[in-house]
């Protein structure tokens, strides 16, 4: 209650003006410099009580939640009645969200507009959001008063993409054209609602809260304007400094008059280049993977698992992106792409690719898919293995665990159904069954994409190799005809981490899928 009478007391103090004109004026006012503590206190607030209004079902897209009295109780009010629908997908809705705060508070506000790739031309990919050494900003725009929201909100769903994180993370902190944000370390006082999170494969999600657990739970938006409340965990890729992936916040900026001055990554006291170190990452005395070690560094206290709770949200999480793949495997049936000819050749990589492949193709999508029912195996096997030795503490009073954990499986597998073809369907149980089947390629079948039928078909056959990978690599090249393709060294991978036998074990030990 503490907590939150401060909040009241401080949004009071920084918005008083805004609040005396009630409703705000479609035109942005610049009154401040900069954005102060109170600011950032104030903005964590805002976005923590728009992700539990995701989570909860209240609103389910960016202009739904920023027009609700519950997910928005500061501002709903002073939103003008010209204001239009605010439309976002992942990389716009941090700017979105930040924009739209900064534009009710009289702050300023800035982002790139333009990039390039960070090498020569002679190294330029197709597409910079998946360039391969990162991208430099070439050119900004910082708000100026009198501004349109509007016509801001639209340049930004217009020039920003995945690409605009993609740039090095311990570089450009000064000049006009400075990186809007900075890495930083791993920790509660640093990873807060507002925090952005950038996955090289193309995805950015903003942290809405960081539970006494150490669970990180965010928001993400999708092309069709949805937003999804999900959790933090491997299906997000680690990347290289030059790629600037992981966690991020805004970096504060000073305005005056015609000079932007940009605070410096030596004078942010939460900037780490942590996240892009090479494990294993020590705790107390012991190693751990990056997420493990996460987990433990944001943990207020020692971690008390909450089995069934966790297990729920990520069979609900996991049907969430299996409904997402199907939307994508369904778009490209309706395009008529397996009708079509397969290439010669495979794109120069399947991660970061353009044209039919980029649209259509799924292998980044199935590649988080595996990363995340690998870390239900772990987890499962850690609370079942855990609880049997006493080495953990769980938030169970229950007397079956395996018995509990297995009842919410078959209901939450069963009840989450995907249509391949219009007169059959799958649960999610089959489907995770067949995980290492699943076809990424545009050209072929619904049954080769759900992996159902598996018939003679000569790629099918050729992309074992690549379909046995969990982690993404945007460097491997593999650009190979049908011939080669089985003996080329993206294939080298004699069967998936998790093969089919290894599931059925798991099954057998724990009667549980994982």
Same mark, same amino acid.
């Given at each position: 209650?503490?907590?939150?009478?401060?909040?009241?007391?401080?949004?009071?103090?920084?918005?008083?003006?805004?609040?005396?004109?009630?409703?705000?004026?479609?035109?942005?006012?610049?009154?401040?410099?900069?954005?102060?503590?109170?600011?950032?206190?104030?903005?964590?607030?805002?976005?923590? &009580?728009?992700?539990?209004?995701?989570?909860?079902?209240?609103?389910?897209?960016?202009?739904?939640?920023?027009?609700?009295?519950?997910?928005?109780?500061?501002?709903?009010?002073?939103?003008?009645?010209?204001?239009?629908?605010?439309?976002?997908?992942?990389?716009?809705?941090?700017?979105?969200?930040?924009?739209?705060?900064?534009?009710?508070?009289?702050? =300023?506000?800035?982002?790139?507009?333009?990039?390039?790739?960070?090498?020569?031309?002679?190294?330029?990919?197709?597409?910079?959001?998946?360039?391969?050494?990162?991208?430099?900003?070439?050119?900004?725009? $910082?708000?100026?008063?009198?501004?349109?929201?509007?016509?801001?909100?639209?340049?930004?769903?217009?020039?920003?993409?995945?690409?605009?994180?993609?740039?090095?993370?311990?570089?450009?902190?000064?000049?006009?054209?400075?990186?809007? $944000?900075?890495?930083?370390?791993?920790?509660?006082?640093?990873?807060?609602?507002?925090?952005?999170?950038?996955?090289?494969?193309?995805?950015?999600?903003?942290?809405?809260?960081?539970?006494?657990?150490?669970?990180?739970?965010?928001?993400?938006?999708?092309?069709?304007?949805?937003? $999804?409340?999900?959790? /933090?965990?491997?299906?997000?890729?680690? $990347?290289?400094?030059?790629?600037?992936?992981?966690?991020?916040?805004?970096? @504060?900026?000073?305005?005056? #008059?015609?000079?932007?001055?940009?605070?410096?990554?030596?004078?942010?006291?939460? /900037?780490?280049?942590?996240?892009?170190?090479?494990?294993?990452?020590?705790?107390?005395?012991?190693?751990?993977?990056?997420?493990?070690?996460? &987990?433990?560094?944001?943990?207020?206290?020692?971690?008390?698992?909450?089995?069934?709770?966790?297990? @729920?949200?990520?069979?609900?999480?996991?049907?969430?992106?299996?409904?997402? &793949?199907?939307?994508?495997?369904?778009?490209?049936?309706?395009? #008529?792409?397996?009708?079509?000819?397969?290439?010669?050749?495979?794109?120069?990589?399947?991660? #970061?690719?353009? #044209?039919?492949?980029?649209?259509?193709?799924?292998?980044?999508?199935?590649?988080?898919?595996?990363?995340?029912?690998?870390?239900?195996?772990?987890?499962?096997?850690?609370?079942?293995?855990?609880?049997?030795?006493?080495?953990?503490?769980?938030?169970?009073?229950?007397?079956?665990?395996?018995?509990?954990?297995?009842?919410?499986?078959?209901?939450?597998?069963?009840?989450?159904?995907?249509?391949?073809?219009?007169?059959?369907?799958?649960?999610?149980?089959?489907?995770?069954?067949?995980?290492?089947?699943?076809?990424?390629?545009?050209?072929?079948?619904?049954?080769?994409?759900?992996?159902?039928?598996?018939?003679?078909?000569?790629?099918?056959?050729?992309?074992?190799?690549?379909?046995?990978?969990?982690? &993404?690599? /945007?460097?491997?090249?593999?650009?190979?005809?049908?011939?080669?393709? =089985?003996?080329?060294?993206? @294939?080298?991978?004699?069967?998936?981490?998790?093969?089919?036998?290894?599931?059925?074990?798991?099954?057998?030990?724990?009667?549980?899928?994982?």
């Amino acid at each position: 209650m503490k907590k939150y009478i401060i909040l009241i007391c401080l949004f009071s103090l920084i918005s008083t003006s805004v609040l005396a004109e009630k409703t705000k004026s479609l035109r942005w006012k610049i009154k401040q410099e900069s954005w102060n503590p109170n600011h950032e206190l104030v903005y964590k607030d805002f976005i923590h &009580r728009l992700g539990l209004a995701v989570k909860s079902g209240t609103c389910h897209t960016t202009n739904e939640c920023l027009k609700s009295a519950i997910a928005n109780p500061l501002y709903f009010k002073m939103n003008p009645n010209r204001l239009d629908d605010v439309f976002t997908d992942c990389a716009d809705l941090p700017y979105i969200l930040r924009a739209y705060f900064s534009w009710m508070n009289d702050l =300023p506000f800035s982002y790139a507009t333009e990039l390039e790739e960070a090498k020569t031309r002679s190294s330029k990919s197709s597409d910079i959001r998946y360039s391969p050494f990162g991208n430099i900003v070439t050119s900004k725009r $910082t708000i100026r008063t009198g501004n349109n929201i509007n016509k801001i909100f639209q340049e930004l769903t217009d020039t920003i993409s995945s690409a605009t994180f993609r740039t090095n993370a311990s570089m450009y902190d000064s000049g006009e054209l400075f990186r809007d $944000t900075y890495p930083v370390d791993i920790d509660r006082s640093t990873i807060l609602p507002g925090t952005v999170l950038y996955d090289a494969n193309g995805h950015v999600a903003v942290v809405y809260e960081v539970t006494g657990n150490g669970k990180i739970h965010l928001i993400d938006a999708h092309p069709d304007n949805s937003l $999804t409340a999900i959790t /933090y965990g491997e299906k997000f890729s680690r $990347t290289s400094v030059m790629l600037g992936g992981g966690f991020s916040n805004f970096r @504060s900026f000073s305005v005056s #008059g015609n000079i932007i001055t940009p605070t410096k990554n030596y004078q942010i006291p939460g /900037y780490s280049l942590i996240q892009f170190q090479k494990g294993p990452f020590h705790y107390k005395g012991q190693d751990y993977s990056f997420y493990e070690y996460v &987990r433990l560094k944001l943990a207020d206290g020692v971690i008390i698992y909450n089995p069934i709770g966790e297990f @729920s949200d990520f069979l609900d999480e996991l049907c969430s992106d299996m409904k997402d &793949r199907e939307l994508a495997v369904n778009s490209a049936i309706d395009a #008529g792409i397996p009708q079509n000819s397969h290439p010669i050749i495979l794109p120069e990589n399947i991660y #970061g690719a353009d #044209g039919v492949w980029e649209v259509y193709a799924t292998p980044s999508r199935d590649a988080r898919l595996k990363a995340s029912i690998r870390e239900g195996k772990n987890f499962l096997t850690k609370v079942i293995i855990g609880n049997l030795y006493s080495e953990i503490k769980l938030n169970y009073n229950g007397t079956d665990l395996v018995g509990d954990l297995r009842e919410i499986y078959l209901k939450k597998t069963n009840q989450c159904l995907i249509h391949p073809t219009k007169t059959s369907n799958l649960t999610l149980d089959t489907i995770m069954l067949n995980l290492f089947s699943l076809s990424f390629d545009p050209y072929h079948s619904p049954e080769l994409r759900w992996g159902t039928q598996i018939k003679s078909d000569q790629w099918y056959k050729a992309e074992q190799g690549l379909r046995n990978r969990i982690d &993404r690599d /945007y460097s491997m090249k593999t650009n190979y005809n049908v011939e080669d393709l =089985p003996n080329a060294p993206v @294939s080298a991978t004699p069967k998936p981490e998790l093969s089919y036998d290894q599931i059925l074990e798991i099954k057998r030990s724990f009667d549980l899928i994982f």
